[in-house]
């Protein structure tokens, strides 16, 4: 299975961050696999931001508000939409598969940055 981020590098203050994880070798609706983005801000650890199952999500306490995750089946990709972002946003963007069975992230992809500035 693989994973690709793709998306602006850079998005300006109150607006609204978008990313697109393509999905190869394996398909999207697969029972048992939560599709997730995840960051990491500069010199932070790894944030959960939110995940997709089967069309239901499931978003941070933290950025709910602001956070929207949906799919596109038939081309095998999920997205990732985060509303009013702030400098505090910039960090480096993953995508992830986490497993059901064993709620370990399996396959990542390689990662895009994304900064906040105007």
């Known amino acids: 299975v693989q994973l690709q981020e793709s998306g602006p590098g850079l998005v300006k203050p109150s607006q609204t961050l978008s990313l697109t994880c393509t999905v190869s070798?394996?398909?999207?609706?697969?029972?048992?696999?939560?599709w997730s983005w995840i960051r990491q801000p500069p010199g932070k650890g790894l944030e959960w931001t939110g995940a997709?199952?089967?069309?239901?999500?499931y978003y941070s306490p933290s950025l709910q508000s602001r956070t929207s995750i949906s799919r596109n089946t038939s081309n095998n990709q999920f997205a990732l939409q985060l509303s009013s972002v702030t400098p505090e946003d910039t960090a480096v963007y993953y995508c992830a598969r986490l497993a059901g069975s064993n709620w370990s992230f399996d396959y990542w992809g390689q990662g895009t940055q994304v900064t906040v500035s105007s």
């Open positions: 997709i199952y089967s069309g239901s999500t």
């Open positions: 070798g394996g398909s999207i609706t697969t029972s048992y696999y939560y």
